[in-house]
């Protein structure tokens, strides 16, 4: 029996949250015909314009107790949609009925007014992090997840990333193999190469690609050497004091604690990935050795390595 999934959009929602999403679905339906019953849904139905203004056609919210899947769209339209007490309610009953409900970017923020992810750990687009925080308090969000699993409510961040959270719903459904001819098909990483993280702090680094740009992608490159303060500024070609101003000024952060930043960052990516022993990827991402890497990692992150490997492998599960 084809697995019900209706997609739900609102005014304003952000087009690739539905139709990245949608066309997973629809293409692993071709390697398993059958698979996915898709509808469009929404509060108000008929066309219903996106951000962009492209519009998509959207059926009434109907009836969820048929429902297997229920995704809900972000985009700029999310705070309003929030607040239509048609929606909360189908969501609310959806999540009652349905074996998961899930969210694109902001899209989680019905879910959250719903009521559904107080106490879950939850993510959405890293901007929004600080408003989403404050006006949810009771979830627990991980602002750099790419997409996360807690029971059956999944949520994901920004915009191309329900396409992830497509894929990973696909292999729990109908395989690897299938979530992966479904990745080629639409030219994207079954999962991403660098693990759940949303945001990157090299870009973080660099927002107004200044003039450090070039040392800060040689430091990336260069973790697992010795990048004292002294070495930098050999580098930059500045003398150690200007440099560590300057420095500063631009990026708001000592070298030292960039440095920490960028491994940190490569490191929690080969944790997740779970490819390699601790004890190598600690060399490897410039800790020296992995007792170093813990205490970075529990300052940085609240956990050590080895409970983020296991979340991770449970978020895959």
């Known amino acids: 029996m084809p697995r019900a999934l209706a997609l739900v959009i609102f005014p304003n929602f952000q087009i690739i949250d539905a139709a990245g999403p949608l066309g997973a679905f629809e293409i692993a339906a071709r390697y398993c015909p059958g698979a996915y019953d898709i509808s469009v849904r929404a ?46 309610a189908f969501t609310r009953s959806a999540a009652a009925a349905a074996r998961r409900v899930s969210s694109v970017c902001s899209g989680a923020y019905v879910l959250a007014a719903a009521g559904l992810l107080d106490g879950r750990r939850a993510t959405t687009h890293w901007s929004l992090s ?8 009771a979830v627990r969000l991980e602002p750099d997840r790419i997409w996360i699993r807690d029971g059956e409510v999944w949520t994901s961040a920004g915009i191309t990333a329900g396409i992830d959270l497509a894929l990973a719903m696909i292999e729990a459904d109908l395989g690897e193999t299938v979530a992966r001819r479904t990745a080629q098909q639409l030219v994207v990483y079954h999962r991403r190469p660098s693990g759940q993280s949303q945001f990157s702090a090299l870009l973080e680094l660099d927002a107004g690609g200044g003039r450090f740009a070039p040392l800060l992608a040689w430091m990336r490159e260069n973790l697992a050497e010795r990048l004292s303060v002294d070495r930098l500024a050999e580098r930059a070609a500045m003398s150690e004091r200007n440099f560590a101003r300057a420095f500063l000024a631009e990026t708001r952060l000592t070298p030292a604690r960039a440095v920490e930043r960028l491994r940190l960052e490569a490191a929690r990516a080969a944790v997740e990935d779970g490819a390699r022993p601790i004890d190598v990827i600690a060399r490897t991402a410039g800790f020296g ?3 170093r890497m813990r205490r970075a990692f529990v300052r940085a992150f609240g956990q050590p390595p080895q409970v983020l490997r296991r979340a991770a492998r449970g978020a895959a599960a």
């Open 43 to 88: 509060a108000t139905p008929g066309e219903v314009a996106s951000s962009s203004g492209a519009r998509m056609t959207a059926a009434p919210l109907g009836d969820p107790s048929r429902l297997d899947t229920l995704v809900v769209a972000g985009g700029e339209g999310s705070r309003d949609a929030m607040r239509d007490p048609s929606l909360l």
């Open 130 to 137: 600080e408003d989403f925080t404050r006006r949810f308090p």
């Open 289 to 291: 050795d992995p007792e």
